[in-house]
């Protein structure tokens, strides 16, 4: 086939895409740098035991949607890392911008896109993200060497300002962030599954916190790397059967109570509880609060049933007192937001519930929930207090009232 384009391609495509109700502009690079939300790079440790496998993937730029299990982590006790990079924002590509054109379009007509990439040069680079049958081409945008367009042959759309000593994808912020938004109106929802196991005694507690723990890391998490190996870390665990995650103190925990207790708790038992409560400082506790999908965020609860936290509160400075959405986990904080643990003031700290304390939609299933949290957390707290130092002291005629 006869060469179709004499010029720059790039350009032309852009001036036949124009006619199809695109602007018409050429090309000038404005490039703003944005973060990345769809690729990471594998970043695998220098050190001697490192093995081939992950020697190998050091340095790789990947989809994050092709990260599964099966890749990362290479195998148990994998120390590779994924790590956030930067993207060129597609709407700033060109100097009037290309909004709303998602990466595969920035060439907008899929035929045109193929007439280009048949004239353009074959580009190889083992750091680019590998998928059989996929070819790269390159494509100069400007004339003196140093910036090109590296395009797939299905759709991935990368840049190059230093003549392909960095390559940055490019992204549009817009459809990114509109693919964010939804992820995390979804993602805690898969875990109802694991709070049904919990509640059947199929899970141990430590498990359960294990996971939610994470999960709230994950909606904290400002960074897609960061989120990949949670949700990574997630799955491994679940393959385990929920009993290994690779860290004694879950690892322990999970062996020490394998399901939530049924009759009443030892006072080991009871204690232990303070090992599965989730704390965050109140800025993050805030942050994770509004990124949480309704019906998952944490409730206030009102004064009457905070008022056994207000030992340490000033004088109408009220302790202010949170639950999760599954009536699992506690969180207390004073008036000026420190929050209340074992160190600060463990009479009034957040606890955990083995009898979740907000669950039941008919009177009876409150009733019922009422009881079990009364059983296992109020009572045992009335008798023993929240640690084994205020039971002490408690004992020895110190401190609290009963
Ligand atoms: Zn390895
Ligand atoms: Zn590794």
Known sequence: MEKQFETNPFLIAFEVGA????????????????????????????KKGTCETCKNMDGKLLDIDSITTDLWPAHPNCACKLEKTVAIASGTLTEKGMLGIDNKFIICDDKIRRNILKDANRYKNDCLPYQKGRIYYTIEIEPGGRKYLILSNDGLCFFTLNNFKTIYPVENEEIEAKNRNLNEEKYIEQFQKELSLLEKGNMAPMAYTYIMKNVYDWYLSDDIAERKMIENQIEVFRKTGYKKTGIAFYDNGIKYMPSLPEALLSEEEHFFRNHLNIEYEWSDFEKLNQRLPEGYRWKQMGIMKSIIHQNTAPFWKWNRKY??????????YSY??????????SEDMGTYNYGPSTSGKSLFDMLFAYKE????DMLPYFYKKNTKKDYEDFLNGKGLIP
């Open 19 to 46: 006619k199809n109700g695109y602007q018409n502009t050429k090309p000038k690079v404005t490039n703003q740098f944005i973060k990345s939300w769809k690729y990471v790079i594998w970043r695998s440790e220098k």
């Open 323 to 332: 639950v999760s959405f599954d009536g699992y986990f506690e969180a207390v």
């Open 336 to 345: 000026d937001n420190q929050s209340l643990n074992e160190e600060t003031a």
């Open 373 to 376: 949290h009364y059983l296992k």
